[in-house]
């Protein structure tokens, strides 16, 4: 069992670098695409830096948190929610595949379902996201005179992609549901939207909707819980978020891939 699913991670693995490498060059076919691509992150991004920043010239704190805090919560985000993008922005277009009858073909292929179809497109500009995250996360901790050492580095990465995991779980989930609804856009335009309010601290939001993020739909592990391990020196205080963060990441990605497959079975056994 051992032998077969180290054989299985080397071949998927061996398959996805040759995939990324293709499509580097296809995109670098296409530089000037790729580059207003990028402009557009930035923009983006920088037009959620300056809500923040109109924010706190009215007032010094948001729920007893201060702006470099704030920051470092976004920044978080930002690099978590880059997980999804870089490796399974393909969710965006089941829609079309299904619509069209495209996916059938990921039956035919002699690999994982799911594999083969996020590994179809893969957002290489959202890397550029990572950078941006980096560097909010950087100056607010500099800012907020936090100290890193080789282990804080390990687990602010294992917490990234940790709750890279989940926002890739919940933007699953709700792609999947284009396996039965009509336009499972509409739903998943509003899981973005919804996904803004990580930005801000639970703590903003009254006992219920705090409960209904954390359990329901877990914006409080996409950015806030794992940042309290790194503001207002608590990383002891909130070490207990570690294990809880891991095992709602596992629990949503099984559920997400359990839709998924259900999905892959309804539509093949409707004869689409």
Known sequence: ?????????KYYTK????????????????????L??????????TIGLLFYSVVFMRVTYIGGWGYNELLFIYGFLVTASSVFHVFFGNMFNLKTYIVNGDFTKFYFRPMNILFSFVS???????????IIGIYLMVISSNTLNIIWDFQMV?????????????????????????FWVRDPSVIM????KVKDYSKYPMTIYNKILQLFFSIIIPLGFMSYYPSLLFLK????????IVPFQLIVSAVYFFIAVFVFQKGTRFYEGAGS
């Open 1 to 9: 069992m051992g032998c077969e699913m180290r054989k299985s991670t």
């Open 120 to 130: 179809e497109y893969i957002d290489i500009k959202s890397i550029f996201q990572v």
């Open 154 to 178: 390990l687990l602010l990465i294992l917490l990234i992609i940790s709750s890279g995991i989940i926002i890739i779980s919940t933007m699953t989930i709700c792609a999947s549901l284009g």
């Open 36 to 45: 207003i691509s990028l402009i557009g992150i930035f923009i983006e991004n």
């Open 233 to 240: 020196n608590s990383v002891v205080r909130y070490m207990w």
């Open 189 to 192: 335009d509003f899981m973005l």
């Open 15 to 34: 398959i996805y670098l040759m995939l990324i490498s293709k499509y580097v060059k296809a995109r670098m076919a296409y530089r000037a695409d790729f």
